[in-house]
């Protein structure tokens, strides 16, 4: 089973940047498509972006053009960079990594992120 753990939670006031990073253990994650998800209380958890094995990136609409995804394959790490937050990004944040051959998927404990004034 892979192990992720996330990094760079925090509060910081709408317009600011934040990112986040999720450190995979093992040695297949080149292999993995990798997600982040978010879930504030009373949601449901959703996707917010993924990167594949090859590095083609998707984007929920309500992040395109303000959050990257990134992968460092060398490092087993996936990022995310979320710029000019806004309050409606408040969320626990979730990294994932897809099932893969006999590997079920995994995920994060979680990292939170509040935006507020």
């Known amino acids: 089973q892979v192990q992720l753990v996330e990094f760079g939670g925090g509060l910081v006031q709408p317009g600011e940047s934040l990112r986040l990073s999720c450190a995979a253990s093992?040695?297949?994650?080149?292999?993995?498509?990798m997600g982040w998800y978010r879930q504030s209380p009373g949601t449901q958890r959703e996707l917010v972006a993924d990167?594949?094995?090859?590095?083609?990136?998707n984007y929920a609409d309500s992040v395109k053009h303000r959050f990257t995804i990134s992968r460092d394959n060398a490092k087993n790490t996936v990022y995310l960079q979320m710029n000019s937050l806004k309050p409606e990004d408040t969320a626990v944040y979730y990294c994932?990594?897809?099932?893969?051959?006999?590997?079920?998927?995994?995920w994060g404990q979680g990292t939170q992120v509040t935006v507020s004034s």
């Open positions: 994932r990594a897809s099932p893969y051959r006999s590997w079920h998927e995994s």
């Open positions: 093992g040695s297949m994650f080149s292999f993995l498509k």
């Open positions: 990167v594949s094995s090859g590095g083609l990136a």
